[in-house]
């Protein structure tokens, strides 16, 4: 009778025992999931790019001035580059500053006409029913010039970096 009583005894406390290592374990799991999202979050938080807006230097502003007149532009800022975006003949553009003035890109909305016609013809051949939907030109500061198309087929998305040739330097993300 005794040893009856004992094992009911043990059997109950052996229940609880698993019930708790069970819960236990399960909240230890929640709460690595909950810390491994938070680092995730953390991480992905950290390279994002944040432009904030902003008032350029002066010596900004007088390059700015100097190479667009009085263009009115949209100024944001990030890490001490200075970018603006505004109309250049009527077309979309934007530039990038440093902080003492030097421009370190622009990039200039085009026709697609405008696109060398090496360029042209590569998309016409490789792409034969293509729709340029975008065309960029863009000049670096050592007035190196770059022109960017990006066109739909009907089954994907394309975007490409040509020479001031014309000729295909690489595929775009």
């Known amino acids: 009778m005794l040893l009856s009583k004992i094992h009911q005894t043990n059997t109950v406390n052996s229940d609880k025992q698993i019930e708790y290592t069970l819960i236990s374990c399960i909240m230890t799991k929640y709460i690595i999931t909950l810390i491994l ?6 991480v992905f938080a950290q390279n994002e790019e944040v432009w904030t ?3 350029a230097p002066d010596a900004v ?17 990030m890490d001490g580059t200075y970018e603006a ?22 990039v200039v909305d085009i026709k697609e006409d405008q696109l ?3 360029a042209r013809s590569y998309i016409d051949r490789n792409y034969p029913k293509a729709k340029i939907t975008r065309a960029q030109k863009w000049t670096d500061d050592e007035k190196v010039s770059k022109f ?4 739909k087929t009907k089954t994907e998305q394309k975007n490409l970096l040509f020479t001031s040739r014309g000729d295909l330097i690489k595929e775009l993300e």
């Open 116 to 118: 060398p016609s090496i």
């Open 53 to 55: 807006d902003a008032k």
């Open 37 to 42: 999202c938070c680092a995730m979050t953390a």
């Open 85 to 106: 975006t505004f109309k250049l003949i009527g077309m979309p553009a934007t530039v990038w500053y440093d902080s003492t003035g030097h421009r370190k890109n622009v």
């Open 61 to 77: 502003l007088r390059e700015f001035i100097k190479n667009y007149g009085d263009a009115k532009a949209t100024w944001r800022e």
């Open 148 to 151: 960017q198309a990006e066109f």
